[in-house]
């Protein structure tokens, strides 16, 4: 994610000199072949879809046939029990309500049927989540935020009905219980049920127990702290299914809801999730709106596949991930009087609960396939003027090429298809939704879009284990950043090819470095892997800091090494998660001198780095290992050693 106008971002800080670093070549070669754009550019219509359409995917949600059969099947049988209503730790102060445990997430049939400009979920609205089960489940949960204090932004939705497996199932809403609360989930001690920014709550009653939820804060003019101690909602939906589902089976959970969806009021003020469009909703949700417009696991690790098979109002488009397969007009019918069309979208690849793209609107979408096969989407929100939609069009043309640029660090761009939809609402921020990066406020800027792209590969395809893990991906995408700086500095002296050039790009690196090295004030106060809800997204500890500590591992790995390990992350962990040690593993088989004092030593950096917070200032209250031809101490020793 990047926000707009909140400092968060270095390079406008830019200046000065420029320092020779004899840096060596890059394997950059390849660039300028592959940057040819590919096809034509095809308006997207809808067409009157051929019968028998086949979704791929949907084999994957046919209902299994594994529940415990028979009348035997009660919980002693089975060593049944709940599943968790958290996948967050013990201790954890970031969104610790979301997340659900008993069960892995497979598929994501999403099957919208929307008025568009009611806003308005109607009957027939819901999905279908294809579930693993690895315990044996007498109730599972889910995340949905149907009902919110924000009436006039927030959602509005009803549960109709619960299936499992095809059965009726029961269904609940309760509050979120502290993770690893030795009282159980349903705690009957209302201080267990206690949202805060931090561990323990505190708040106005001294409540010394770890906190339940992040807080919703109405607005971002108010004091982070002020709903510290207060009753977290009943987020948490909680499914008990006619029969206990068996540990080792795959199950289908069919929600059926309808209403309105709306946005999640954040942990700092902000607000994500459906933003109303004038024709319809604007889709951007992290770091967790994604249940303020449906049900589901709703944790960063929690990957499922989706397929979206939409029905909206006639003359409305719909931009989800993944590839387009079809579109499909139906006739006139009572709930829409105009007639309404089906759009159906697949994703093959696995999608963060936080990057699940669904906008409806009146987008213009076109289609181009690239010589190498990606699709390339590219949509925008008819309201926007025809003059500002050129200009955001002509920085929309460039992904393709930033894409290959950025792949010459990360490797092999790990999806089918990209794109990008610039909506309308002034969302505040733009993110990285998988194949489909939103732009918000009606334009889009190329160093964003460097930003957001790079996350594809980081967040999207190698996803987070937990969100205090959000710096590993900001600080890869806020490097994408300083990169599109290095490429504009080689391009003006000489380009790729040229040894001018090359050491203009290594000295842009160094410089962007040097600068944000130097800050002090409160730029190093909080640790990257430990920070509150109300600075997740806006603070130096995600981006900044993070984006240079890669700039100083490249130095010390060596700029080809620093590629294979980015690389060998990608082959490793896409499609999944990683986790902080898992992270650093990767890093360590990559350093070029692998002794054990320099193992010892980039651990320290590590720590330093990534887990340290220091007190205001900078200068001695700063990380001390940085890395060769950097200011400060660097990492090996004169002989090259770490000793
Ligand atoms: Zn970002």
Redesign the pocket.
């Known amino acids: 994610?990047?926000r707009r106008g909140r400092n968060t971002r270095h390079h406008n800080a830019r200046a000065g000199s420029s320092e020779s670093t004899g840096a060596g070549r890059r394997g950059r070669n390849t660039r300028q072949h592959n940057a040819r754009a590919g096809g034509r550019w095809l308006r997207i219509t809808v067409a009157t879809a051929s019968a028998g359409l086949i979704l791929p995917g949907l084999a994957l949600a046919a209902p299994a046939s594994a529940a415990p059969a028979g009348a035997g099947a009660g919980a002693g049988a089975w060593h049944c029990s709940a599943g968790a209503h958290t996948l967050a730790p013990p201790g954890s102060h970031l969104y610790p309500d979301t997340g659900n445990g008993g069960y892995t997430s497979l598929h994501t049939l999403v099957h919208l049927v929307y008025n568009a400009p009611t806003n308005q979920f109607l009957p027939g609205n819901g999905v279908t989540l294809t579930d693993r089960a690895t315990q044996c489940l007498t109730s599972f949960s889910l995340d949905f935020e149907r009902k919110s204090k924000n009436t006039k932004d927030g959602p509005d939705m009803t549960v109709r009905s619960v299936t499992v497996n095809g059965r009726p199932a029961s269904f609940t809403f309760v509050q979120p219980t502290y993770p690893g609360d030795p009282h159980g989930q349903n705690d009957p001690n209302p201080a267990a049920h206690e949202a805060s920014q931090t561990n323990p709550v505190g708040g106005p009653h001294h409540n010394p127990l770890p906190p339940a939820c992040s807080p919703e804060l109405p607005s971002t003019k108010v004091p982070p702290d002020s709903l510290d101690g207060t009753q977290c909602p009943a987020n948490k939906l909680v499914v008990t299914p006619s029969v206990p589902v068996r540990s080792g089976s795959q199950f289908t959970v069919t929600v059926s809801y309808t209403g309105r969806p709306g946005v999640h009021n954040d942990g700092d003020g902000t607000t994500e999730g459906w933003f109303r469009a004038p024709d319809g909703g604007f889709v951007t949700t992290e770091p967790v709106g994604s249940e303020d417009w449906m049900p589901l696991n709703d944790f960063p690790a929690a990957k499922p596949t989706y397929n979206f098979s939409d029905t909206v109002t006639a003359g409305h488009t719909v931009i989800a991930n993944g590839v387009l397969l079809s579109t499909k007009r139906n006739p006139a019918s009572a709930e829409f009087p105009g007639g309404s069309v089906t759009w159906n979208w697949f994703s093959r690849a696995p999608i963060a609960s936080y990057l699940v793209e669904n906008s409806v609107g009146k987008y213009h979408l076109t289609e181009r396939t690239a010589d190498n096969g990606t699709q390339y989407y590219e949509a925008q929100d008819a309201g926007i003027g025809a003059a500002q939609r050129a200009k955001n069009r002509a920085i929309m043309n460039m992904q393709q090429n930033i894409t290959e640029f950025e792949s010459q660090f990360n490797g092999t761009f790990p999806f089918t298809s990209d794109g990008v939809v610039v909506g309308t609402p002034n969302a505040s921020f733009e993110e990285?939704m998988q194949t489909m990066i939103t732009f918000a406020g009606g334009r889009i800027d190329t160093d964003t879009l460097y930003?957001?792209n790079m996350?594809q590969w980081w967040g999207d395809n190698v996803t987070e284990d937990d969100y205090n893990l959000t710096f590993f991906k900001?600080g890869l995408?806020t490097l994408a950043q300083f990169l599109h700086q290095a490429r504009l500095a080689e391009d003006a002296n000489g380009g790729p090819y040229s040894a001018k050039g090359q050491a203009a790009f290594q000295a842009s690196l160094v410089k962007s470095f040097n600068q944000s090295y130097a800050a002090g004030g409160p730029f190093w106060t909080v640790a990257p892997s430990d920070p509150k809800p109300v600075g997740l997204f806006s603070g130096s500890s995600t981006y900044v800091r993070p984006g240079i500590g890669y700039i100083a591992l490249r130095q010390i790995l060596g700029h080809t090494n620093f590629t294979q390990a980015l690389q060998q992350l990608q082959r490793t962990y896409g499609g999944s998660d990683v986790t902080e040690p898992e992270l650093e593993a990767v890093f360590q088989q990559w350093l070029p001198v692998p002794t054990s004092a320099c193992h010892t030593r980039l651990r320290e950096f590590f720590t330093q780095w990534w887990d340290t917070a220091y007190r205001p200032g900078g200068g001695k209250h700063r990380p001390k290992i940085t890395g060769p031809g950097l200011a400060g101490p660097g990492f090996y020793n004169p002989h090259g050693g770490c000793s």
């Open positions: 994610m990047g990285e930003h957001e996350h900001e995408a």
